[in-house]
């Protein structure tokens, strides 16, 4: 196995923000780690979401959140660091999400599918999502077949 890493410079006149591409044959610590490295090299102009701890409103990189989820009318982000109240609901919150990064799982649960784990299918009818956090969530029947293709996509 390789450990250097072939980096390509291609300039492109049309092009008005940088864009970065990862090519690898599967994903692993090494492409996790090149990601983390560029998303810290941008964080000034990473997305975020407005959140709040108690009444202090802070600013969450999207990067940095687990999973967005309701319980009644109330919203919460969960990143390592704890619990954010936001004040959007689940699907206007989901519209300001990175589609490449955030994918519902159920009516009430979007996860980063950066921060998962494992997938655990082997439930019946559903599939059980475990995060680097520890903390485990399922996805509802409606949302299986989409998880399964983003798994055969990845692989």
Known sequence: MKNNIDI?????IKCIEPE?????RRRNEQVESIIDAIEKVSKS???TIVAYNEDVAMRLAQRDIIRIYS????VTAQTKEGEYRIKNTLSGTEKNLNPDRFMRISQSEIININ???????????????????????????NYVKKIKNLL???N
């Open 115 to 141: 921060k998962v784990k494992c997938f655990d299918i082997n439930h019946v009818g559903t599939i059980g999502i475990e995060f680097d956090n520890g903390v485990t969530s399922f996805a509802s029947r």
């Open 152 to 154: 055969i996509k990845n």
């Open 71 to 74: 319980q009644g009318h109330i």
């Open 20 to 24: 970065v591409t990862i090519k690898a």
């Open 45 to 47: 102009t990473s997305p």
């Open 8 to 12: 390509k410079l291609v300039l492109d």
